[in-house]
């Protein structure tokens, strides 16, 4: 064992010792697909696959909150419907390639026109 290895064991060691790993998702649970043989790359596959996900979740994120805006300049309930009809239709265009973890909750209706409504009594 070299130099590196003991290093990087005493690190762990001491991470266990400050109870740095007692809460960790799956503890006492087997590894999911443990017995699965898998092709070489497998890792790296998955890992690009998780950022793109992520990246692109993000990057919808942000659309959406731009359109989450344009909601309350709407000026009819006709023109919210179809603004909010567009958000939610791109939210699950997006959904439909991300992974599960990255899924985008789309817009309630109902709850958009109440504040828009409100919004528009108050103004």
């Known amino acids: ?3 590196l ?7 762990i060691l001491a991470a266990m010792q400050r109870g740095e790993f007692d809460d960790l998702p799956g503890k006492g649970k087997p590894l999911p ?11 790296a596959e998955q ?3 998780r950022e793109r996900s992520r990246t692109l979740g993000e990057a ?4 959406v909150a731009t359109r989450r805006v344009s909601f309350w300049h709407a000026p009819t309930l ?9 958000a939610n239709r791109r939210i699950a265009e997006t959904n439909h390639v991300l992974e599960p973890e990255d899924h985008l909750d ?5 709850a958009i026109v109440e504040t828009w409504r409100t919004a528009r009594r108050a103004g």
Request: proline letters at 2%; zero cysteines.
């Open 33 to 43: 697909d443990l017995d699965v043989q898998r092709s070489p790359g497998w890792f």
């Open 60 to 63: 919808t994120r942000l659309e």
């Open 1 to 3: 064992m070299g130099y």
């Open 5 to 11: 290895d003991l290093l990087i064991e005493k690190q």
């Open 106 to 110: 789309l817009f309630d209706f109902s």
């Open 47 to 49: 890992l690009v696959r």
């Open 78 to 86: 006709a023109e919210l419907r179809d603004r909010v009809a567009a």
